[in-house]
């Protein structure tokens, strides 16, 4: 079937009820491209939650009036959506034409037999957002909508699937298994011809067959064809195939696919084109910071080249399937995924959430996962579920071995994971043990050894045998065990169970040093998945800096209180800047040499730090304390390094040991003062790399930079501008933080405008917002071709412009 985008030409507005609508009481609808959030435009309060960034939840309208040609009379016409959040009931000219419960699941509506050929038709969709979700869900189509036309012989939606079972250096198998429908009267004879493109585009394989479909029916033709000295597909060189299938006059299809082969084994490993990989592994939610959960393509692909670029091979979909975007992304730019299907099966976490509707739809949600993903070969894993409350009961490990065995009856070339908790198990006894050991010398004792204390008996009873017990069906059923936080078990699991496969799934940011210490002295234990590679709006605060002299208001029990807005627990910021952690992460996995300086505020001097194992150091990269001359700074620097010196304007303020035996970390005490603070790494007495942070100086200077100079004049493209202060040299100015305005002019709009300050009252859909450290973000989406000019203003700067070209198709 022929697929266009359907996402222009919407209009939306908050739902209400018939007898306010004819009484004339109904919002007005406006005008909205998709994908779309419904809810960040929304205004926050306290009374929402942190969870969900203190965002409300709603009931919403979407509708679209569209001509229907003649010529659609006797086809197939279906609309594909691609993700609407949540419970999406879609009625077209006022009759019902389908639903969708799970918001992240992809879904098509036939719509065939509501239209009328010839005339204007309206397509309406309703969803709703409340209590729902541990995280900001966002709501509405934020995902896209495509228009599929197709005549009654047709490929079915998804209908070509491309395996590589047999791969060597001398060629590659390729099998293509086609579904075709006849949902016209007759039976049809045809041909169907597939054709196989290199990644240069050169045609490397061809072949025709014949196929009959009876009339109500659909067939499946498998064709195996041969591609000669294949070129795989790896993180490293993320290789493309294209497979066209064709029916002569009737329907065509095209996928992407790559050529690589998977084993795993306690002993190697995973292994991608027979070579040992270990994963250096981000969880990710699904929202994109400044523009909500709207799920624009360009958006997803910054993204992972943001993270690429930060030192991960692996991403975690947490906890909800990605989009087809991002899987594109991955796929284009050399990322594995680990593809996660649900939070929730039976046993709720929030109080309307999917737990309601798991069990009519589960299964269909798996099949929507596998039919998107099996082309990717960036997806290596399907995750059955995340800590799963259940799933340590007899009831929950046999329904968990149900969904593991759907999963291989769809698809049986990944391997299954589930991230397991087994804390969640375990809470009462370990609650009740912090106890009594804080009871023994509470007079003594501060938050953070509190806190410590209750970390360490989690990771005493992780270990326990009623762990084990309680875990050992659900695991026995995957082919890699997801642990999340229950790295205390990693050695003790290879001797109890020689042949397990584990996978770090989820672990905490500021242990990352000794996590993947134990990575690489464990060959059953496949990577390491931090707690987060990018920041995310909700679970506000779980990863903050407190400090125990705040009033104790301040927060609710791990998350903030508002304004709290996200959670910043990510090595990457909402607005896409790297927190100093990502370069610590970055020289742990051995990717960086030179050291890294990382500086504390110097307000906070002195001052008795509370921080959970999510919260990484309040630091910034920056050398300017305008009012803090004479005032003592503690500074950090980041190196593998065996000894770090520190040099204030050409001055040694001191040396200090660092390397994996110092966590990685050389710390210093510097009396403050405007200048040139350079870190000086040594290994066996020589140099090995250096870093360096001058003070700005002189008048403030804003600037304006977009990610790129073109883009594509369609609704899939967006224009990412960088918003910084610095001094005229470029060095930024971290402590000018001030309103700054954004205008645009031309074939744009203004899609999304913050920074990546956690706690704020500022929403992102105004023009006008406070820079955080000296950066914000401008998010431009074009509306047609041309030049699209983004003026930035700033009280005591001068005005800043970045023109950025939209190019038509």
């Not at 009831?395 to 759907?406: F, L, N, W």
């Not at 966590?663 to 405007?674: E, H, I, L």
Request: proline content about 5%.
């Amino acid at each position: 079937m022929r697929l266009t985008s359907f996402n222009s030409g919407w209009v939306f507005r908050p739902k209400v009820n018939r007898f306010l609508e004819k009484g004339g009481r109904a919002p007005a609808h406006r005008g909205v491209t998709l994908p779309h959030d419904a809810v960040i435009e929304y205004e926050r309060t306290p009374g929402s939650g942190g969870a969900t960034g203190f965002f409300p939840g709603g009931v919403f309208e979407y509708r679209k009036t569209f001509a229907v040609p003649e010529e659609y009379r006797d086809k197939r016409v279906a609309l594909v959506f691609e993700g609407v959040y949540r419970d999406a009931v879609v009625y077209v000219n006022d009759a019902f034409a389908g639903h969708r419960a799970n918001g992240y699941a992809e879904f098509l509506v036939d719509v065939s037999p509501f239209l009328r050929a010839g005339e204007d038709n309206v397509v309406r969709v309703e969803c709703r957002a409340h209590e729902d979700s541990r995280w900001y869900s966002g709501a509405g189509f934020h995902r896209g909508v495509r228009l599929a036309v197709g005549e009654p012989v047709h490929i079915a939606w998804n209908g070509v699937r491309v395996t590589t079972p047999d791969v060597d250096e001398k060629r590659a198998v390729v099998e293509l298994s086609t579904v075709v429908n006849n949902d016209g009267r007759g039976t049809t004879t045809m041909d169907v011809v597939a054709e196989i493109r290199d990644p240069s585009g050169a045609v490397t394989a061809t072949d025709t067959t014949v196929l009959t479909v009876l009339p109500g029916e659909g067939a499946t033709v498998r064709q195996r064809l041969y591609v000669p000295s294949p070129d795989r597909w790896s993180v490293e060189e993320p290789n493309l195939y294209t497979a066209t299938v064709a029916l002569p006059g009737l329907d065509e299809e095209r996928v992407a696919f790559g050529i690589r082969t998977l084993q795993l084994d306690p002993e190697d490993g995973l292994r991608v084109n027979g070579r040992p990989v270990k994963l250096r592994g981000a969880c990710v939610h699904h929202d994109n910071g400044v523009l909500g959960a709207a799920t624009v393509d360009r958006a997803e692909e910054r993204r992972v080249e943001l993270l690429k670029g930060a030192g991960f091979n692996a991403i975690r979909s947490a906890h909800n399937p990605l989009s087809r975007a991002m899987l594109d992304a991955c796929d284009r730019l050399g990322m594995l995924v680990v593809d996660e299907a649900f939070d929730v099966w039976t046993s709720p976490k929030s109080d309307f959430d999917y737990a309601l509707d798991f069990p009519q739809w589960w299964e269909r949600d798996v099949e929507a996962l596998v039919a998107k993903d099996f082309n990717h070969p960036s997806v290596v894993f399907y995750s059955i579920g995340n800590e799963i409350p259940e799933a340590a009961t007899p009831h929950g490990s046999a329904r968990g071995r149900r969904i593991a065995e759907k999963f291989r009856s769809l698809d049986d070339t990944r391997f299954l994971t589930n991230a397991t908790n087994a804390t969640l198990t375990i809470m009462d006894e370990a609650v009740a043990l912090a106890r009594r050991r804080i009871s023994e010398s509470a007079e003594t004792m501060g938050v953070n050894t509190m806190m410590a204390t209750m970390g360490e008996v989690l990771d005493e009873l992780s270990t326990s045998d009623l762990v084990t017990r309680q875990t050992t069906e659900i695991l026995s059923a995957l082919d890699v065990a997801g642990y999340n936080y229950l790295e205390s078990r990693y050695e003790l699991d290879r001797k109890l169970f020689p042949h397990r496969v584990i996978m770090g799934s989820e672990t905490h940011p500021t242990r990352i040093d000794r996590l993947w210490r134990s990575v690489l002295d464990n060959s059953h234990v496949i990577g390491d998945f931090t707690w987060t590679g990018w920041d995310y709006l909700g679970e506000a605060g779980v990863g903050r800096i407190g400090y125990a002299d705040e009033d104790s208001t301040s927060g609710q029990g791990i998350a903030g209180a508002y304004p709290w807005l996200t959670a910043r627990t990510g090595d990457i910021d909402i607005t896409g800047h790297r927190r100093t952690v990502s370069f610590y992460r970055e020289i742990v996995f051995g990717l960086r040499t030179e050291p890294y300086i990382a500086v504390h505020r110097p307000e906070n001097h002195g001052r008795r730090i509370v921080a959970g194992p999510w919260s990484w150091p309040d630091t910034v990269a920056s050398w300017s304390w305008d009012g803090a001359e004479g005032a003592p700074v503690r500074v950090d620097v980041y190196s593998d390094a065996e000894e770090v010196e520190l040099y204030l304007d050409g001055a040694s303020v001191g040396r200090a040991p660092a390397g994996p035996e110092h966590r990685y970390q050389a710390m210093f005490d510097v009396t403050y003062q405007p200048g040139e603070l350079i870190a000086v790494a040594r290994a066996n007495g020589r140099e090995s790399g250096r870093c360096r942070l001058v003070s700005a100086r002189g008048p403030l200077v804003l600037t304006a930079a977009a990610d790129r100079p073109e883009i594509r004049a369609d609704d899939t493209d967006l224009a990412f501008v960088e918003i910084v202060l610095t001094d005229g040299d470029g060095n930024p100015r971290c402590g000018a933080d001030r309103p700054v305005g954004v205008e645009i002019t031309g074939p744009g709009v203004l899609q999304g405008l913050g920074s990546g300050r956690p706690v704020t009252e500022e929403t992102f859909t105004g023009g006008t917002h406070t820079t955080y450290d000296g950066r914000a973000l401008a998010v431009v989406r074009p509306t047609g071709a041309g030049p699209i000019t983004v003026t930035v203003t700033a009280e005591g700067c001068a005005t800043a412009s970045v023109t950025v070209r939209a190019i038509g198709s």
